[in-house]
């Protein structure tokens, strides 16, 4: 069965970084995308980055453009999340995603604090 299990969080400054990774089982990984959601406190869930199979297509929220990076290393059946300058309006947990056929699947989440 598919399994998604995040990693990388933690608690940064406003303005720095963090590299999430979520690693992926279960699945022929190469052959479709992944997204990143993520998840503030009190509100919904909300898209943040997808990448198709081969990296050849990645989008991004308008929140996040210029700041974040999805990528993918196919070998390691892992996504990426490079997450750069970040905020406050950052501090959610983060998920990866995928749909394989038909059936979401989620990780657990990893927590993402910004703060001083």
């Known amino acids: 069965q598919v399994q998604l299990v995040e990693s990388g969080g933690g608690l940064v400054q406003p303005g720095g970084s963090l590299r999430l990774s979520c690693a992926a089982s279960?699945?022929?990984?190469?052959?479709?995308?992944m997204k990143w959601y993520r998840q503030a406190p009190g509100k919904e869930r909300e898209w943040v980055a997808a990448?198709?199979?081969?990296?050849?297509?990645?989008n991004y929220a308008d929140s996040v453009k210029g700041r974040f990076t999805i990528s993918r290393d196919n070998a390691k059946n892992t996504v990426f999340l490079q997450m750069n300058n970040l905020n406050a309006e950052d501090t959610a947990v983060y998920y990866c995603?995928?749909?394989?056929?038909?059936?979401?699947?989620w990780g657990q989440g990893t927590q993402v604090t910004v703060s001083s």
């Open positions: 990448i198709n199979g081969r990296s050849t297509f990645t």
């Open positions: 995603n995928t749909v394989v056929n038909a059936e979401v699947s």
């Open positions: 279960g699945f022929s990984f190469g052959n479709y995308p």
